[in-house]
């Protein structure tokens, strides 16, 4: 019996392959730069593509980069899933419980920086450097991931009579102080270094939970 092979690709799945290559280019050679730096042939001479054969898939870089905002912000998602979680199964306002959370969060953050790295990567550089539309779309999704999360703070023993301001605040907060050590994270190739990260935003986590057991809303 004379074996076949695989199945032939199709044409939509040929299409699949070839955005994704593109998204995987654009990542590689926004590594040290923006997309503003960044033009349509230098994209499809990465991919092997010709210059056209661009616009089946995207409309510009802008379109390209949105894209990629909406890719990113998956895994960005994914890493406030986990913060969210530790919030929730932890809610005893005691000290040795807060420091689970902030534990959690933080094993959850470097392990989602390592693992997605060119993601954080992208979302770190095209927030203050890539075009408007860009910055513009990362800027909503950020405020999207501290409403979600004011949502489940809102849950932990000693918020539950915190003002719907004062829990976006206190969201707002975590979330600035994770991204901003995803970005020092990814500056940096040496272990010490890292582990000296860490360990300032475990101290800066722990003293906003001292805060926030302590914090009462004005009525």
């Given at each position: ?197 860490v360990a300032t935003v475990r101290t800066q986590l722990r003293m ?12």
């Amino acid at each position: 019996m004379i074996e076949t092979g695989a199945e032939p690709e199709s044409r939509a799945e040929r299409k699949l392959r070839t955005r994704r290559a593109i998204l995987d280019a654009t990542l590689e050679l926004c590594t040290d730069s923006s997309l503003t730096a960044l033009s349509l042939r230098q994209v499809a001479k990465q991919v092997g593509i010709v210059p056209t054969a661009f616009y089946r898939h995207f409309d510009s870089i802008e379109s390209l980069g949105l894209a990629l905002v909406e890719e990113s912000f998956d895994s960005l998602r994914d890493l406030f899933r986990d913060v969210r979680r530790n919030a929730r199964a932890d809610q005893d306002p005691s000290t040795s419980s807060g420091h689970r959370i902030v534990d959690g969060s933080i094993d959850a953050l470097v392990d989602h920086v390592h693992r997605r790295r060119d993601h954080f990567g992208f979302i770190a550089r095209e927030r203050v450097a890539g075009p408007r539309s860009v910055r513009e779309a990362i800027r909503r999704e950020i405020e999207l991931c501290e409403r979600e999360l004011a949502t489940d703070l809102a849950l932990m023993t000693g918020t539950d009579t915190w003002t719907a301001k004062d829990l976006h605040v206190l969201s707002s907060l975590f979330v600035t102080v994770l991204v901003a050590t995803a970005e020092q994270i990814l500056s940096t190739t040496r272990p010490e270094q890292e582990e000296q990260i860490v360990a300032t935003v475990r101290t800066q986590l722990r003293m906003l939970l001292i805060g926030v057991y302590q914090w009462r809303s004005e009525s």
